[in-house]
């Protein structure tokens, strides 16, 4: 029998909307899929990062309330966060970026003022 991602601690009624957007439907997922995972296919799904969010899940998959963390332990938690975030970031500026460096070479599309030809 599964459980509702509501079951686990710091997870409410956002948290299992956000998480069903993501595919994730049961407690069971969640922890299988451990707080990196979980929350790398939230940020697939657009959620802006949030180190909170991350914190509670993390917890809610040790059992553990949101607030029972101590600096240093808040520190690696902070550093995994990042790197969860980093690694799902799409590329900074898309299109528009790849065009700026293109232009920045002189081999991206002409900008002369000159009318195109018809």
């Known amino acids: 029998m599964t459980r509702p991602v509501s079951a686990l601690r710091n997870l409410g009624p956002r948290s299992v909307e956000a998480f069903a957007k993501a595919g994730i439907h049961s407690a069971e997922q969640l922890i299988a899929l451990g707080p990196n995972a979980a ?5 697939g799904t657009g959620v802006r990062p949030n180190f909170a969010m991350f914190w509670a899940l993390t917890f809610a998959i040790q059992d553990r309330h949101w607030t029972d963390l101590g600096s240093e332990e808040k520190a690696a938690l902070r550093a995994r966060f990042d790197a969860v975030k980093a690694a ?11 065009e700026a460096a293109l232009d920045r070479f002189g081999v991206g599309q002409p ?3 000159r ?3 018809k």
């Open 111 to 113: 900008t002369s003022s």
């Open 115 to 117: 009318p195109e030809k």
């Open 88 to 98: 799902a970031a799409p590329v900074p500026g898309g299109q528009v970026a790849l």
């Open 39 to 43: 929350y790398a296919r939230l940020l």
